[in-house]
């Protein structure tokens, strides 16, 4: 198993992000990208979207809690052989949740290749 510790993870989070289309990025707003070890349920989910979908929401009211999108370090790290794939899944993790936030629905996400 790969062993990197957090700070050097999200360095590759914030490369991930770096790289996707600006076009990708454009809409959101009020979501922020966070990093943990493992999902409260001990599951092997490698990254979730947590919020209202731009398909389901009008807008923002003052005050409300921003959207948020986990990448689980620990699950990610176990589910690559080297940094490449790591890398690589990072990013179609990054991805398959910012799909979500657009309102794409797993199934299609799949289709698309995205995850």
Not at 5 to 33: K, Q, R, T
Not at 34 to 63: H, M
Request: one cysteine or more; a negative charge.
């Amino acid at each position: 198993m790969l062993t990197l510790s957090h700070e050097e993870f999200e360095a590759l989070v914030s490369d991930g992000l770096d790289s996707l289309h600006d076009d990708m990025l454009a809409a959101l707003d009020n979501v922020i990208f966070l990093v943990e070890d493992k999902p409260k349920d001990g599951s092997g989910i490698l990254g979730v979207y947590e919020g209202f979908s731009l398909a389901d929401r009008t807008q923002y009211g003052y005050g409300e809690e921003p959207d948020r999108i986990t990448l689980f370090r620990e699950n990610l790290l176990a589910h690559c052989e080297d940094l490449d794939e790591l890398i690589s899944e990072i990013r179609v993790t990054l991805v398959h949740e910012i799909a979500h936030f657009y309102g794409i629905t797993e199934e299609r996400i799949h289709e698309l290749g995205w995850g």
